[in-house]
């Protein structure tokens, strides 16, 4: 059974950093683009990154690009995000999913408040 299994996240203070973690199995992650989509509180789903099969092409919303780092361990089978001087308005639950949204993770609450 294909599953991509979330960690991290968590509560944080404006400034402050925090990393996500996803853990895929069942299925070839080493052929799948990956992303990480989130959803604010009241709001729809938004698309915040996404990597390319091998790691080279990594591609970021205007809103968290210089803040925020998406990688990949193919090797490992882990996709992860590292984020970096939060702003309250990166509150919200965070997705892994396969650029495709073929599978998608349980999702993880990031509260980023003072």
């Known amino acids: 059974e294909a599953q991509l299994v979330q960690s991290g996240g968590g509560s944080a203070r404006p400034g402050e950093s925090l990393t996500l973690s996803c853990a895929a199995s069942?299925?070839?992650?080493?052929?799948?683009?990956m992303k990480w989509v989130r959803q604010a509180p009241g709001k729809g789903l938004e698309w915040v990154s996404m990597?390319?099969?091998?790691?080279?092409?990594?591609y970021y919303q205007d809103s968290v690009g210089g803040r925020f780092t998406i990688s990949r361990d193919n090797a490992a089978k882990m996709l992860y995000l590292e984020m970096n001087s939060l702003k309250t308005d990166d509150t919200g639950v965070y997705y892994c999913a396969t650029w495709d949204d073929g599978y998608r993770g349980q999702g993880t609450q990031v509260t980023v408040s003072s």
């Open positions: 069942g299925f070839t992650f080493s052929n799948y683009g």
């Open positions: 990597i390319s099969e091998s790691g080279t092409n990594k």
